[in-house]
Nanobody
Framework: QVQLVESGGGLVQAGGSLRLSCAAS????????MGWFRQAPGKEREIVAA????????YAADSVKGRFTISRDNAKNTMYLQMNSLKPEDTAVYYC???????????????????WGQGTQVTVSS
């Protein structure tokens, strides 16, 4: 079993920055795929960014490419999402997620993931 705890959300003005953290406990993530999803009110949960823990290969959705950066710290078993140049349309609850077993590549679909954090609210004011 893996527990994921997000932190770092909050209220920020448009153009500002936030860094989300996802601390994982329970077992090593050395073979997992991980990602960040977000869900705005009345909308579907969508992928924001993803990575493979072992190789560090990353993916970013077109809507955040060039503004958001996903990364991980092996020693701390923690994943990050650096969010710059935030826009009001980035307002959502952001979720950290991980696959259960060994994963050969990036996981981009919600159905591929097994573990989810409780979510952290990000609100961007105009």
């Amino acid at each position: 079993q893996v527990q994921l705890v997000e932190s770092g959300g909050g209220l920020v003005q448009a153009g500002g920055s936030l860094r989300l953290s996802c601390a994982a406990s329970g077992r090593t993530l050395s073979t997992s795929a991980m990602g960040w999803f977000r869900q705005a009110p009345g909308k579907e949960r969508e992928i924001v960014a993803a990575l493979t823990w072992s190789s560090g290969r990353t993916y970013a959705a077109d809507s955040v490419k060039g503004r958001f950066t996903i990364s991980r710290d092996n020693a701390k078993n923690t994943m990050y999402l650096q969010m710059n140049s935030l826009k009001p349309e980035d307002t959502a609850v952001y979720y950290c997620t991980a696959t259960k077993g060994a994963y050969g590549g990036l996981a981009l679909m919600r159905e591929e993931y097994d573990y989810w954090g409780q979510g952290t609210q990000v609100t961007v004011s105009s």
